[in-house]
């Protein structure tokens, strides 16, 4: 089929557009016709059955994936001055939870395979700021470690454990990208999903690109009943029981103010469509596979990309496809390929630019391009493609169309082997 004909079928392609069927559409209003819309029933449903998904003892239920983190380095103790090692190639959040306590993110370079947190890299940042080789005060303690699923393809959380305890740290696993999602070290392992033990606290995004959402929304899974019981007091103001406990016809109205919490908690409505969405997650999961394969297979000869690898040791969430230009061939840079991608109707993305590139970063701290050289190479070069359970195939189909066009016009081709 031709650029042209696929033109007159689809105009534009969305970055994402999430997945609700009418069963999400009959909880919302039921949920509304109750008349209770806050933190209840339905928000309790949800965290059951969500730690049930994950194999976690515990789930906490709040407005998003940073309200999670932020509450999880909270209940760990994170004090100010103390150290955190962070990868450098991530979201605003996770680095930012650490600065609200008034820690100090050490910025951790990423993999150039997988773009996950290098533990090579950490342990050499460690080091370094032993040695007074780094931005931060040398004599600052390291007392924990964040790492990222980055797209959904899980790091070997065997190998942070081990690092973890090497170095007396505890771990708190941003899996924003990740559910459902697992690893295996080795083919004869069993799988582990994210946040089946795999972290003193994982964490969870149900915004609305993710996997699975509720609009906005996040979960805290552990399997310490002490930091459960943290976070949950933490997430509503620190008082000693929630709305529901206090309104509902066997609670009672008293309540105590047993620390200064925030305000974080999930509420049913939000609840009534991740219900309904956890049923479907690996549905979601599998839909999008289909499409990332399609991509693989419809780009995979264009030598002036590289693609994302695949491994048969890791169950893929594939919260996204990211692609990247080997821009040594090509006659255009990364931004004048997005804006001729958006030209053309596909709303494309990139993730992210690193956080030592950051003017808050650089200013406050001192990163510079040279601290992670891995990351400041490959950010340039990203591109993250539309990716979604209910694209149609003409959809997919102008997308590779598109990409294909672009390399014909300002890449130098040669055939992959």
């Known amino acids: 089929m031709s650029f042209d004909q696929l033109s007159s079928r689809v105009k534009e392609v969305p970055f994402f557009r999430p997945s609700i069927t009418q069963a999400e559409i009959d909880e919302v209003v039921a949920c509304l016709r109750s008349g209770w819309l806050t933190t209840g029933p339905r928000v309790k449903q949800f965290e059951q059955g969500f730690a049930q998904a994950v194999g976690a003892k515990h789930a906490v239920a709040v407005n998003s ?109 941003d899996a924003a990208h990740a559910f459902p999602a697992a690893y295996r070290p080795h083919s004869r392992a069993p799988w582990r999903r994210a946040g089946e033990g ?138 004048i390929f997005l804006g001729c991608l958006r030209a053309g109707g596909v709303h494309a993305s990139v993730h992210w630019r690193p956080l030592h590139l950051h003017p808050y970063y650089q200013q406050s701290f001192g990163w510079a391009p040279e601290s992670c050289p891995v990351a400041t190479e490959i950010w340039p070069r990203l591109i993250s493609l539309p990716l979604f359970p209910d694209m149609r195939a003409s959809e997919h189909d102008l997308v590779v169309s598109q990409v294909q066009t672009l390399a014909k016009k300002y890449a130098s081709l040669r055939q992959a082997a």
């Open 65 to 173: 994936c940073t309200a999670a983190l932020h509450l999880a380095v909270e209940a760990l103790g994170l004090r100010a001055g103390q150290v955190v090692l962070v990868p450098t190639l991530t979201f605003a959040a996770t680095a930012e939870v650490v600065r609200y306590l008034g820690g100090l993110p050490l910025l951790v370079d990423c993999d150039p395979r997988t773009l996950n947190l290098d533990l090579n890299d950490a342990a050499k940042k460690m080091r370094m700021l032993r040695q007074g080789k780094t931005p931060l005060d040398p004599r600052a303690r390291v007392v924990g470690i964040i790492p990222v699923h980055v797209a959904g393809f899980m790091m070997d959380m065997d190998q942070v454990s081990q690092f973890a305890a090497e170095h007396g740290l505890w771990v708190v696993e």
């Open 198 to 335: 795999t972290a003193a606290v994982t964490c969870f995004s149900f915004y609305a690109n993710k996997t699975i959402t509720t609009g906005e929304g996040g979960m805290a899974v552990t399997d310490n009943p002490q930091l459960a019981q943290r976070m949950r007091q933490m997430s509503l103001h620190g008082l000693s029981q929630d709305a529901w406990n206090r309104y509902r016809a066997a609670g009672n109205w008293d309540y105590q103010i047993l620390a200064p919490g925030y305000k974080y908690n999930l509420t049913d409505v939000a609840a009534a469509l991740g219900i309904h969405q956890l049923a479907r997650a690996e549905y979601l999961r599998q839909k999008r596979a289909e499409w990332a394969a399609r991509y693989l297979e419809k780009l995979g000869f264009l030598d002036a990309l590289e693609l994302p690898g695949d491994d048969p040791n890791r169950l893929h969430a594939w919260h996204l496809f990211v692609i990247r230009l080997r821009l040594e061939r090509w006659t255009i840079d990364r931004n």
